[in-house]
C-alpha cells in the first residue's frame, strides 16, 4: 500500500487537483483530464491487496513433516551417519543404520512454525577393506516435506526439498575420499 491512511491520499489527491486548477489557464482541458485520472489511477492502485499468499485464518487441521532419506549400503558401511531435526525447540537425534530412513510426524494441536533438518556423515574410525580395483558407489537421496491440511481436507505443500547424488569410487581412491572428513548430506530450515 503506497499510503497508509484515506486522509492523507484524499489530501494528496486534493493538493495535485489544485494545482492543476490553477495552472488550467495555461494548458488545455484535455491535458488537465489526462493528468487527474493519472493521479487517480495511482491513488487507487495503491489501495489494491496485498499479493503474497496467506495461511487461511482457521488454521491447518493438521501441520505434517515427512522426511526421507534413502542411501547406499556402501555409505553406511563408511559412514556414521546422524539426523538432527527439530520443531519448534522440540530437538531429536537419530543415528541412520539402515539404507531408509523416514521420520513422519503429524501435528493437529501445537502446530509448530519452525522446521529442521540437518543429516550429516561422518568417517567411521575403522572401515572395511577394499580390494584396490573395487568399485564402491557412495550415493543420497532424499525427499523432506512440510504439508499442511486444511478444514476441507485438501493437503497444501508449504515447503519441499529434494535431491539426489551418486559419487562412485575405487577402494584406491578410497582413502583420499575418506580424508576429506565430515559429509553434508541434507539442510533443512523452514519457517511458515
Not at 485520472?37 to 493438521?62: H, N
Not at 503429524?106 to 580390494?131: D, E, G, L, R
Not at 535431491?163 to 523452514?190: A, P
Request: charged content about 20%; hydrophobic content about 35%; proline content about 3%.
Amino acid at each position: 500500500m503506497l499510503f497508509h491512511n484515506d486522509k492523507k491520499q484524499l489530501f494528496i489527491i486534493n493538493v495535485l487537483l489544485n494545482m492543476l486548477f490553477k495552472i488550467k489557464n495555461k494548458i488545455s482541458y484535455k491535458v488537465l483530464a489526462l493528468l487527474w485520472i493519472m493521479t487517480a489511477s495511482v491513488c487507487l492502485v495503491a489501495c489494491g491487496g496485498d499479493d503474497e499468499p496467506k495461511e487461511p485464518s482457521a488454521g491447518y487441521k493438521s501441520v505434517n513433516a515427512n522426511y526421507v532419506v534413502n542411501l547406499s549400503q556402501d555409505y553406511l558401511n563408511l559412514y556414521d551417519v546422524e539426523a538432527t531435526y527439530s520443531f519448534d525447540n522440540e530437538t531429536h537425534t537419530e543415528a541412520i543404520t539402515s539404507t531408509q530412513w523416514e521420520m513422519v510426524k503429524k501435528f493437529t494441536s501445537n502446530q509448530p512454525k519452525h522446521f529442521t533438518c540437518t543429516v550429516k556423515a561422518s568417517p567411521k574410525a575403522t572401515v572395511p577393506q577394499y580390494a584396490d580395483d573395487a568399485k564402491i558407489t557412495i550415493s543420497e537421496n532424499y525427499e523432506l516435506e512440510v504439508t499442511g491440511v486444511d478444514n476441507g481436507g485438501n493437503v497444501m505443500q508449504m515447503k519441499s526439498l529434494s535431491n539426489s547424488h551418486t559419487l562412485n569410487t575405487t577402494g584406491k581412491q578410497l582413502q583420499t575420499l575418506l580424508e576429506k572428513g565430515e559429509r553434508s548430506i541434507v539442510k533443512f530450515d523452514y519457517t511458515r
